[in-house]
């Protein structure tokens, strides 16, 4: 069972997501929320799998929310749920944590899809976020990552999940999961939202 909580000020759309997550077998909603200053305590004493996290909440945002719940809780797992699409804020909600970047125009099959990729380590993000996030960087030739490991970032930046890295690249799961601990060593980050956010910031990688 993979346990969700929602932070979301809009009313309808926080129980929508409530009735799609709890009418799912599978998933289970154990809390939502209306603002981060909420959430932060609720979150803390009752931990869920993944965290559906917006961004343009009164109060709070949504992404000093996700800052401040990884320094609480640093295995927590964020995914961003919203309407915005600004590359700034995909970038600084990357930089504060987040494990993915989802619109809500997200079919629900999708999201759900989404919630059980981060879940399982991946980092999904909508097909328009990805292309905008890992389309405006050009390789870093000064980068001590080899050409296969900057192949797996570049997955990794397009939201893939460890299988579905190894089953573009036609390797295993467990190569995957070495490649990644490489380049976290290399890049001195400590969980994939990092290494996303520093590929992005430092340009490691682009799209081919």
């Given at each position: 069972?993979?346990?969700?909580?929602?932070?979301?000020?809009?009313?309808?759309?926080?129980?929508?997501?409530?009735?799609?997550?709890?009418?799912?077998?599978?998933?289970?909603?154990?809390?939502?929320?209306?603002?981060?200053?909420?959430?932060?305590?609720?979150?803390?004493?009752?931990?869920?799998?993944?965290?559906?996290?917006?961004?343009?909440?009164?109060?709070?945002?949504?992404?000093?929310?996700?800052?401040?719940?990884?320094?609480?809780?640093?295995?927590?797992?964020?995914?961003?749920?919203?309407?915005?699409?600004?590359?700034?804020?995909?970038?600084?909600?990357?930089?504060?944590?987040?494990?993915?970047?989802?619109?809500?125009?997200?079919?629900?099959?999708?999201?759900?899809?989404?919630?059980?990729?981060?879940?399982?380590?991946?980092?999904?993000?909508?097909?328009?976020?990805?292309?905008?996030?890992?389309?405006?960087?050009?390789?870093?030739?000064?980068?001590?990552?080899?050409?296969?490991?900057?192949?797996?970032?570049?997955?990794?930046?397009?939201?893939?999940?460890?299988?579905?890295?190894?089953?573009?690249?036609?390797?295993?799961?467990?190569?995957?999961?070495?490649?990644?601990?490489?380049?976290?060593?290399?890049?001195?980050?400590?969980?994939?939202?990092?290494?996303?956010?520093?590929?992005?910031?430092?340009?490691?990688?682009?799209a081919l």
């Open positions: 069972m993979i346990t969700v909580a929602i932070v979301e000020d809009d009313g309808d759309i926080r129980e929508s997501l409530a009735l799609l997550i709890n009418g799912t077998p599978g998933f289970s909603c154990i809390n939502a929320y209306g603002d981060c200053e909420t959430a932060l305590d609720g979150i803390v004493e009752d931990p869920p799998d993944v965290v559906l996290m917006d961004v343009g909440l009164p109060g709070m945002s949504g992404i000093e929310g996700i800052r401040l719940l990884k320094e609480r809780l640093d295995e927590i797992n964020l995914l961003v749920l919203t309407v915005h699409d600004e590359s700034k804020l995909v970038f600084d909600a990357l930089c504060a944590g987040a494990c993915g970047y989802l619109l809500k125009d997200t079919p629900p099959a999708k999201l759900l899809e989404a919630i059980r990729e981060t879940y399982e380590g991946g980092a999904p993000m909508s097909t328009q976020i990805a292309r905008m996030v890992v389309g405006s960087f050009r390789i870093n030739p000064h980068t001590a990552l080899t050409q296969r490991e900057t192949e797996v970032l570049e997955q990794l930046c397009k939201g893939k999940s460890y299988k579905m890295i190894a089953d573009t690249l036609f390797i295993s799961e467990e190569t995957v999961r070495r490649h990644i601990k490489h380049i976290y060593r290399k890049l001195q980050v400590g969980s994939k939202s990092e290494a996303v956010a520093k590929a992005l910031k430092e340009k490691l990688v682009f």
